[in-house]
């Protein structure tokens, strides 16, 4: 049985990588979905092969107004919206004393505020349809901290935080706000070239179940949470990392 028949879901940030993955699942399950990218001839080769239930809008989270845009296609493509999937996201790394202001912002900008702005507009259309369901990507980098790590950290624990506040002010309206923490996810195959080939061992050694996690298993937890079987969760965060953060 598909578990999310007749529901209309805005995904961002999935031309490809999980976004990609998510969107397959999304639909597989019954959902009509509209989905966001910068990278429009990706998105648009995605949308064709996806089918009819899958329409694509170029957008920057970022971009207040563009957000208007993304609205408006799913209302007239699929007349509302159930789900918001916040998966759009820029990853940069580098020590306090390497890493840029600029690096800084522009990932507070896209990871935090485009998070934000989805939940600011798409909550009062959720509200219009008695309830809906949020899903914010945040990351394991969100949970403990890591070397190197404190721009991106410093978005995803943002994250996290909007979660838990978005979960009390809009719980009433029954729409549930969860986040996802993923860990180590191989979709690039970064983990399997070059230098990150040598660090492999390593890596694997600091996770309990000894593997790095596939996209479509991020992608069965955003259905859970999408769907009616998690009707009773929200602001929770859903650590999805084999065991890595657990010391």
Same mark, same amino acid.
């Given at each position: 049985?598909?578990?999310?028949?007749?529901?209309?879901? #805005?995904?961002?940030?999935?031309?490809?990588?999980?976004?990609?993955?998510?969107?397959?699942?999304?639909?597989?399950?019954?959902?009509?979905?509209?989905?966001?990218?910068?990278?429009?001839?990706?998105?648009?080769?995605?949308?064709?092969?996806?089918?009819?239930?899958?329409?694509?809008?170029?957008?920057?989270?970022?971009?207040?107004?563009?957000?208007?845009?993304?609205?408006?296609? %799913?209302?007239?493509?699929?007349?509302?919206?159930?789900?918001?999937?916040?998966?759009?996201?820029?990853?940069?790394?580098?020590?306090?004393?390497?890493?840029?202001?600029?690096?800084?912002?522009?990932?507070?900008?896209?990871?935090?505020?485009?998070?934000?702005?989805?939940?600011?507009?798409?909550?009062?259309?959720?509200?219009?349809?008695?309830?809906?369901? #949020?899903?914010?990507?945040?990351?394991?980098?969100?949970?403990?901290?890591?070397?190197?790590?404190?721009?991106?950290?410093?978005?995803?624990?943002?994250? =996290?935080? #909007?979660?838990?506040? %978005?979960?009390?002010?809009?719980?009433?309206?029954?729409?549930?706000?969860?986040?996802?923490?993923?860990?180590? #996810?191989?979709?690039?195959?970064?983990?399997?070239?070059?230098?990150?080939?040598?660090?492999?061992?390593?890596?694997?050694?600091?996770?309990?179940? =000894?593997?790095? %996690?596939?996209?479509?298993?991020?992608?069965?937890?955003?259905?859970?949470?999408?769907?009616?079987?998690?009707?009773?969760?929200?602001?929770?965060?859903?650590?999805?990392?084999?065991?890595?953060?657990?010391?």
């Amino acid at each position: 049985m598909q578990r999310l028949t007749e529901k209309v879901a #805005i995904l961002t940030g999935g031309a490809a990588g999980m976004g990609a993955s998510h969107l397959k699942r999304l639909t597989a399950e019954g959902a009509s979905v509209v989905f966001t990218d910068l990278d429009r001839a990706a998105g648009e080769a995605l949308a064709e092969t996806v089918g009819e239930r899958a329409v694509f809008v170029r957008h920057d989270v970022s971009d207040e107004a563009g957000w208007e845009q993304v609205l408006q296609t %799913a209302l007239d493509s699929f007349g509302g919206v159930d789900i918001l999937v916040n998966n759009a996201g820029i990853f940069r790394t580098g020590s306090f004393a390497e890493a840029k202001l600029e690096d800084l912002n522009r990932t507070l900008e896209v990871n935090v505020a485009g998070t934000w702005l989805g939940i600011q507009k798409v909550a009062p259309h959720m509200r219009s349809r008695g309830g809906g369901s #949020i899903i914010n990507l945040s990351s394991m980098a969100g949970f403990v901290g890591m070397p190197n790590y404190s721009v991106y950290s410093a978005s995803k624990w943002a994250v =996290r935080g #909007i979660t838990k506040c %978005a979960a009390t002010e809009l719980g009433p309206d029954n729409i549930r706000v969860n986040a996802i923490l993923p860990g180590a #996810i191989d979709h690039t195959g970064m983990f399997n070239s070059g230098e990150m080939e040598d660090l492999v061992p390593q890596l694997l050694a600091d996770i309990p179940l =000894r593997r790095f %996690a596939e996209p479509a298993e991020v992608s069965s937890l955003v259905v859970f949470l999408a769907s009616d079987e998690s009707a009773y969760i929200t602001g929770s965060d859903q650590l999805i990392d084999g065991g890595r953060s657990l010391f």
